[in-house]
């Protein structure tokens, strides 16, 4: 409850969205995964609990074992994951992953990663994805990033989840002659950045998810295909302490 009060300030206050299962009166952004998933949760202690106050930042797992016994993918519905299911490869959904207002820009991210590490190797997951968003969604305004994620970091064909026709916008807006690397990169999503400095690649189209007021992209990370500096923070975790 105190993550779905957390998304609930994030998602609701923060960026306008809604959902059918979001509980306006008790401050709560919920759906039907939420009993399915598992939820990383960063707690600061010194908050209180009593309040629902506590919980900092958080992500949302879904490994596919338990994804196939649901059902489905929370991206389904906004993308075409044929690729990934055909590869056979053990995934990992991420989603919902927000940080209160108050631990931005600090250690909050890092910490939330360490324990994703941790999971990832637990559950021995080899494609993790998600989407990441970009608040609103004026396109023409978002043009110079999502070109920028469109040519320089599509995921491979064999990989390569498409948008749904139902919310589809196309990335490849801009030449990439055209494109200015600083104004790209200023109108990105610091979450998605991250990813990117980290192998992060894109999926085949954008989409307008308007009930949450953002425009969506489809991230995913390949372990076998990371930069050799986080595969090897990666495989360091796997030493004894």
Not at 10 to 27: I, K, N, Q, S, Y
């Amino acid at each position: 409850m105190a993550a779905q009060r957390l998304r609930y300030r994030v998602f609701v206050e923060e960026l306008g969205g809604t959902g059918p299962m979001v509980d306006h009166d008790a401050r709560l952004e919920r759906d039907e995964f939420d009993p399915v998933v598992d939820h990383l949760c960063l707690i600061d202690t010194r908050r209180s609990e009593r309040d629902l106050d506590h919980v900092v930042g958080v992500y949302r797992l879904l490994p596919s074992d338990r994804a196939e016994a649901f059902g489905r993918f929370y991206c389904d519905t906004e993308y075409d994951l044929a690729p990934l299911r055909a590869s056979g490869r053990p995934l990992l959904e991420l989603g919902r992953s927000c940080v209160h207002a108050d631990y931005r820009g600090g250690s909050a991210m890092f910490l939330m990663w360490n324990a994703l590490s941790d999971y990832v190797l637990e559950k021995k997951s080899e494609i993790l994805f998600g989407v990441a968003s970009f608040h609103g969604t004026d396109v023409p305004m978002l043009a110079p990033s999502l070109s920028w994620l469109h040519h320089n970091h599509l995921a491979p064909p064999e990989l390569r989840a498409r948008a749904q026709p139902d919310g589809f916008v196309e990335m490849n807006l801009i030449a990439p002659d055209r494109l200015d690397r600083r104004e790209a990169m200023v109108g990105m999503p610091a979450l998605i950045k991250a990813y990117l400095r980290v192998g992060g690649l894109v999926g085949e189209g954008a989409y307008l998810d308007r009930a949450f007021n953002t425009t969506d992209v489809f991230l995913m990370m390949d372990t076998s295909l990371m930069s050799a500096r986080h595969k090897q923070f990666y495989e360091s975790r796997r030493q004894p302490s």
